[in-house]
């Protein structure tokens, strides 16, 4: 499909901003996406606005997207708040491309914005462990590190995936992220810190856990006609797709399988009439490292239960034939949760048009790259395929 | 705090100190926790109340640490060190995820056999709030 | 048909604290003859141990929750001072909501309180079966030598008129006013004891005294008729002076000696004792169990066993499962680091 395209991205700096709070962010990061376009930018021709969004900063419960709209001098136009926790950037994405192509309106800001580290350590963790099953993964003791970990258990206890390929996810995405400017950790790490540091739940541990943050990110989308006036090399949006799982772990037929990511995944590629084969560069959503190992399997790029060879043979470096969250991913880049999903399309539009912010991390001569955003533990998931 | 209010834990609590599942009459699968429509057959909202056993098998489990654990469990963990929590198989075909109860939390192992006894869960306004965790199936009746 | 008890059932946690750990936080332990004891774990408390022991014993007879007619629930510890306790394990048992189920709190000699009010339920119901659930453990300031002994337990038994394991031959009890000993006043969390020793062992010895002999003069019973005598035990020594006057010899003492490796029970203490003795019975071996509650009262009864069937878990077999700790972690269990 080659009807929907992105004319322009932009993010904030990640990482914990004491002076900036949400309406900050989103202003910082829709000012970036605007000057991104190459040219004839108006903010008078946004028609609409998406914005994903979890907690609303701590503090705007309802209308937060006209509250972050109108601070940024977008008053007036239809807005709303997309909610599907970790995935609502992706799924604010999504809802902007279906708007375009419905032909109800013609340029479209797709975004997010997420403010963590403002509240007490006890109102963060509230808000953190309120997106799985509250019920009674909740009442069982367990945040999200708790539920990646029951994950990770059986998986290497199924297929044999050991300790070490968890630590090399950390130890590439902190490589990678060193080289981006915008992210949250820009020091690399060696497989042997990230193996001994202290258990969170086992077998994660602190590195196998992603941060909290601050961050927003903003992208602008229209259709394939109107993208000639903005620029000569629009990003198109080839195909998109997205599922629910049943919330609770327990409640799926298998815990070793994101069955969101693989229906999301095929209803992208259905749409944008390829394989996983022909995806040439990837973001995924590694939460947790166990995360990112799961995408490779259920995306396509590698086998049931082969993920662990697939990150020790190299295939997923920069260098690899399939890099794999070149921006450092939410382990190094961090994860400001209604953004992260539109975080992903910044960094996807940049390097498949040669115009990512530092030449080491750029991946050249791809094509065609994949977006994969997961709400929670795979709860909700959104898979958007970019290509030039 | 988690915020569940006290008729939301109440309205759960055969499932929580009781374990009663629900058993389409369709299919005949038992739904536990229960749902509104069959997780099996997504085809119909007619069960049967049973009395589960409270018996099965560890399928996955983790070690929460003070980095893991939510703020109603912190104290727990804090007394006593990081807790088991695992998702068991019950004997009736359902999963359902639970903490686990006095083991020591290393012997946990894959394809434990366990059994369901009532726990305190936390406290949040002064309520109780009791439920069920699991403890290993080799210790007494 | 006789009277008695069809089933029974113990649990202990499986947490221990010994002596010696007393000893070097406080330089002293003061519960004579108490070796160790058992302490609840950070998510049991006398509803779960209740709940627990309550199904123990049910499986014992078995007998199915649905057709209990009767619960009575005793500790001094329950987790509130007012709500329906007994409604909580009714609940967590599926006996059924129409059930008469009552909650007996306010001093040590609730078990045997507990138990009585089954007994009478059945005098009226024939063919009812009566659940009695005892869990306690008790808890007093850690500055107080009250607390040294204190432990944790629980016993549950099923009465029936119907294939009993120990029949009743009859029961005595004695209640009087004693102040000053073991008490609480409602607005105040710590348990007082003014230590009025004389005084206080005066009202323990006199009020178990006097329902014991009168329960033997009842029934036409000398101790000599006994195998097992079982005393409240606040410690290990207690028992002795009673059972002096009585004319009960050590031997006979010693099967329900419970405290030596658990600690003071509470209202558990006597009922824990009992199970311990019918553990170790045979049939026709007749058993007194003496309880005594500060305030003051006591209840004698006396058992005949007539069944072969004991608890699949005997109180040795629970007592064994255990796992030692320190007396840092027992204040974090206890909650009494602030």
Redesign the interface.
């Known amino acids: 499909m080659r009807n929907v395209a992105i004319v322009g991205a932009g993010q904030s700096r990640y990482g914990e901003f004491p002076e900036k709070g949400i309406k900050e962010l989103f202003l910082e990061a829709y000012k970036d996406m605007a000057a991104s376009v190459d040219r004839n930018y108006d903010p008078k021709r946004i028609e609409a606005a998406y914005i994903g969004n979890l907690g609303c900063g701590g503090f705007q419960l309802g209308n937060m997207s006209a509250l972050v709209s109108e601070y940024a001098g977008l008053a007036y136009i239809p807005t709303m708040r997309i909610e599907n926790a970790c995935a609502s950037g992706g799924y604010a994405l999504a809802t902007a491309a279906m708007d375009v192509l419905s032909g109800t309106h013609e340029v479209v800001l797709a975004g997010g914005v997420e403010k963590m580290t403002d509240v007490s350590n ?1 109102k963060t ?2 808000w953190l ?2 997106s799985g099953d ?10 999200f ?2 539920l990646y ?6 998986h290497m ?1 199924e297929f044999g995936t050991k300790r070490e390929h968890l630590s090399m996810v950390a130890v590439k995405n902190h490589k990678n992220g060193a080289q981006n400017p915008k992210a949250q950790f820009q020091r690399e790490t060696t497989l042997e810190k990230a193996m001994k540091a ?7 541990n ?1 590195f196998d ?1 992603c941060s909290i943050t601050d961050g927003g990110s903003a992208v602008l989308v229209t259709t394939a006609e109107k993208a000639k006036e903005f620029t000569d090399t629009p990003i198109y949006i080839e195909g998109f797709g997205a599922s629910s799982d ?1 919330l ?4 799926r037929a298998t ?1 070793t399988t994101l069955e969101g990511t693989r229906r999301a995944a095929e209803r992208a590629y259905r749409m944008a009439g390829v394989g996983p084969k022909d995806v040439q560069i990837a973001e995924v959503h590694d939460c947790f490292t166990i995360a990112e190992l799961l995408a490779y399997e259920d995306l396509g790029f590698c086998k049931k239960g082969e993920a662990g060879a697939f990150i020790e043979e190299g295939h997923t470096e920069i260098t690899g034939d399939k890099p794999v969250n070149a921006s450092g991913g939410l382990k190094a880049k961090g994860h400001p949760i209604g953004s992260t999903g539109t975080g992903q399309a910044y960094e996807m539009f940049h390097q498949l048009r040669g115009t990512v912010n530092k030449p080491a991390r750029q991946v050249k001569g791809v094509e065609r790259g994949l977006l994969h955003n997961v709400g929670g533990s795979g709860g909700t998931v959104a898979v958007t395929i970019l290509a030039r | 705090m988690a915020h569940v209010s006290v008729p939301m834990y109440w309205r759960t609590i055969p499932q929580r100190y009781r374990l009663v599942g629900h058993k389409c009459r369709k299919c005949g699968n038992v739904n536990f926790p229960p749902k509104g429509v069959c997780k099996y057959c997504s085809a119909s909202s007619d069960f049967e109340e049973v009395q589960l056993s409270g018996r099965g098998k560890v399928h996955t489990f983790t070690l929460i640490g003070a980095g893991g654990a939510p703020p109603e469990f912190a104290e727990q963990e804090k007394a006593g060190g990081s807790y088991p929590v695992t998702i068991v198989e019950l004997e009736e075909g359902p999963k359902v995820i639970g903490q686990m109860a006095d083991v020591n939390p290393k012997d946990v192992r894959i394809g434990m056999p366990v059994r369901a006894e009532m726990r305190r869960i936390y406290s949040e306004e002064g309520v109780i709030r009791y439920g069920f965790k699991f403890v290993p199936a080799t210790e007494g009746a | 048909m006789a009277l008695g008890i069809s089933g029974y059932g113990v649990s202990i946690p499986r947490f221990r604290i010994r002596k010696e750990d007393y000893t070097k936080a406080w330089g002293s332990f003061a519960a004579a003859g108490v070796n160790e004891k058992s302490v609840t774990g950070f998510d049991e408390d006398m509803l779960t141990l209740a709940t627990k022991v309550s199904r123990r014993a049910l499986e014992s007879v078995p007998l199915p929750p649905a057709q209990v007619s009767r619960l009575a629930f005793a500790s001094t510890s329950a987790p509130y001072t007012e709500k329906l306790l007994s409604g909580t394990i009714l609940t967590g048992l599926g006996i059924p909501n129409e059930t008469f189920a009552s909650d007996h709190t306010t001093s040590t000699r609730a078990g045997t309180e507990a138990m009585i009010a089954g007994f009478e339920h059945l005098a009226a119901n024939p063919s009812g079966r009566a659940l009695v659930a005892v869990a306690d453990a008790p808890t007093a300031s850690m500055w107080d030598s009250i607390e040294h002994g204190m432990g944790a337990g629980a016993v549950a038994f099923v009465l029936s008129q119907d294939d009993v394991l120990a029949e009743l031959e009859g029961h005595a009890s004695y209640a009087s006013e004693h102040f000053g000993e073991r008490f609480r006043p409602r607005e105040e969390e710590r348990l007082h004891d003014l230590n009025v020793k004389k005084f206080s062992e005066g009202s323990f010895v006199t009020n178990t005294t006097k329902a014991a002999s009168a329960l033997l003069k009842k029934l036409g019973r000398k101790p000599e008729d006994y195998a097992h005598a079982v005393f409240q035990q606040p410690d290990a020594r207690a028992p002795a002076s009673v059972a002096g006057k009585l004319g009960f010899q050590d031997p006979q003492l010693a099967t329900g000696m419970v405290s030596a490796f658990l600690g003071d029970l509470g209202a558990a203490s006597a009922p824990m004792g009992l199970a311990a003795a019918f553990d170790a019975s045979k049939t026709g071996d007749r058993i007194l169990v003496v309880s005594y509650g500060s305030g003051a009262g006591s209840d004698a009864l006396s058992f005949r066993m007539v069944g072969e069937r004991r608890s699949a878990v005997s109180v040795a077999q629970e007592a064994a499962r255990k796992e030692y700790i320190d007396y840092v972690q027992y204040l974090k269990l206890k909650g009494a680091i602030k």
């Open positions: 006890l963790k509230y462990g309120v509250t019920e009674y993964e909740r009442l069982a003791g367990t945040t590190s708790g970990a029951l994950i990770a258990q059986r206890h202290p258990m969170v739940a086992s077998p994660l602190l856990c049943y609770a772990i327990h409640d815990t």
